[in-house]
């Protein structure tokens, strides 16, 4: 054979022990300065007062407690898990209904003229108003609890996802579709075998926008007339004053927002089987 | 290279075109004619070459034959069928390919039998044949990206003969390839034409590669930008037998003549 036989070209690994050692200097240098800024009160620009937040140290005391118990002995110690888990199926909830309504009708708009000219300028006219903005409505037509939280949830994630899946789908090269066509493809299936694998790559990091911004809006959802929650934690925290679990709080919400972006690229990874896309 | 095969359930289908044409829609209002009173006849088994410059119209005879578009006037039948929407029956090769690229090679050519709901040790084996056929067995499980130029050519030919076609479409299939592997993957055609005795309807640009595969040449002329509409200059027949040599003195006589063909129209309008 003449033509050239081309290996998929690896992109040369660092080592990993040295890209640790390089990400090390600089949260040690905040954490020196974090606990110095608290003991010697400084004051910053913006105002900010460093006397009034707790150390680093006793932010994780603090975690511990949240999660173990045993240490501060307040109402807080050890709810961590009913915290967690009450966010974690909020997020799910409005998450799952985002991604369920969101996908289909994104690669409608995408695929069909008719269907986008309809609804993108009302999607168009919807998108602006922020979530945050949505909070005072909902909690006066849904009411305080859980169905206000996930409707917000919902509303935080919808919109990435439709955005992502529409532009995905309006990205499938007609070539592909006639390519389908004359290998026998049903018009009905036409969908599922090339346009939603083609679009994959768009529609996964809608996804993971979506998902990044559920647990954002998580926490302005459960600020009011909700008791588990992580979002509903701080809330309390600020109330009591209790700066260490706010920034305890924080930092949990951060993992869980790390963590379930993990979660969410492992899955996708899975779906797809490392699958090359289009680019 | 190991043979396709004999078994072949589909006979070659002949090609009937008549007084084809194809206007479409411009912005002053009045329709631009892309092709007018297009006649073409192919016998089964054939294999045509079409030639012309630019804007004749080849391409859209190509697309009309494939289904994809409709033709504003008169008539395409295929196996004495009219045309009317893609059919895995039609196999087109398209010049950039159009691999599936989050199939692997094996289920890129797996595509059309899985479509046409054979059997899975069906599948299987016409997926192996035609991997065997151009040649990469050995390149089953990469995914088009990993492959050069060529070898998705051949993973596009092979899906499509995977489908047993009765008339293969190319659309300047090797248009984008390097000039040897353009003249290997020539070679590969020309053999397989022989050996499954499909009706072949080839464009391309090149005179020389259409003198070498071809039993017949059509010469197209014309467009919108020659202000009129395209249709067929001329019929050339190639009365060379198999493995042409591109040097004979009888390959650069009928390669001049349809080259002045060709040109001929460029400078007359």
Redesign the interface.
Known sequence: MSSTQARPTLVRRRPRGATFLLALPVPALILVFWTIGVQQAWDLPFGIQMGFLPTPWEVGRRLVDLAAGGIVDDAFSGTLPAHLWASTQRVLAGFGLAVALAVPLGVVMGRYSLAFRMLDPTVNLARPIPVTAWAPLTLLIIGYGDGSAIFLVFLAAFFPVLLNTIAGVRQVPPRLIEAAAMLGTRPAQVLYKVVLPASMRSIASGLRVALGLAWVILVVGETVGISTGLGAMITQARDQSKTDLIVAGMIVIGLCGFVADRLLSGALTLVTRRRPTLT | MPHIGTVRPRQPADVRVRSLGKEYPSRSGAPVAAMADVDLEIPAGEFVCVVGASGCGKSTLLRIL???EHATAGSVEVGGLPVT????E???V?Q?Y??????SVRENIA??PR??RLQRPVVQERTDRFLDAV?LTR?ADR?P???????QQRVAIA??LA?DPSLLLMDEPFGALDA??RS?LQGELSRIHRETGTTVLFITHSIEEAVYLADRVVVMAGGAAHGVPGHVREEIRIPLGPDRDVTSAEFNALKRRISALVHQEATAA
């Open positions: 494939a289904g994809f929407g893609p059919d895995p039609r196999g087109v398209f950039d159009g691999l599936f690229p989050w199939l595509y059309g479509q046409a040649g390149f995914f990206s990993e492959l050069s130029g060529g070898m899906r499509v489908n040897l592997t290997s």
